[in-house]
């Protein structure tokens, strides 16, 4: 069993990057409240090549962080980036209907950069990441920013 601890506020990651990923955002950003608040249940359950996969980078980290050879941060950083990627487009192969209901919240929250980013139109936005009805993505959007994506992007555009 591995278990990867870290600190946000000592490793460098790409944060705005990885909000990219609807996995990264369902998994690690919304799934530890949902299950919290909610009594979620989804799991990621990995089949046997995948965790062969999630094996192999934790042994590598293990390696690494028990050799500390000269540059042993840098790759620690990159296996644990190889990790939450693959873990994340993992997730997104989920069919339970929560996972598939987080996939969408962590959609949105990827549309929330194309907004204060680009000057695409709503619509665009909400075809970009999936949605095939803009009223439909806005009713979702609201529901996790709190506010309609026009007025996210006024008041974060400002």
Do not use: W
Not at 86 to 107: I, P
Request: glycine share 4%; with cysteine.
């Amino acid at each position: 069993m591995y278990i990867v601890m870290y600190n946000p506020e000592q490793i460098a990651l790409p944060e705005n990057e990885l909000r990219r990923m609807p996995g990264y955002c369902a998994m690690f950003m919304l799934e530890p409240a949902y299950r919290k608040q909610h009594r979620f249940a989804s799991r990621l359950h990995l089949k046997r090549m995948q965790l062969a996969h999630v094996e192999a980078i934790c042994d590598e980290m293990e390696r690494e962080s028990t050799e500390k050879t000269p540059g042993h941060e840098i790759v620690l950083r990159a296996k644990l980036l190889d990790l939450m990627a693959y873990l994340s487009r993992t997730y997104m192969q989920g069919e339970s209907t929560e996972t598939q209901a987080l996939q969408r919240v962590g959609e949105v929250i990827g549309a929330m950069e194309m907004l204060l980013k680009t000057d695409r139109t709503i619509t665009k936005i909400a075809f970009a990441v999936g949605f095939n009805d803009s009223n439909y993505f806005t009713r979702q959007f609201k529901k996790v920013a709190g506010l309609p994506p026009r007025q996210f992007r006024m008041q974060n555009n400002m």
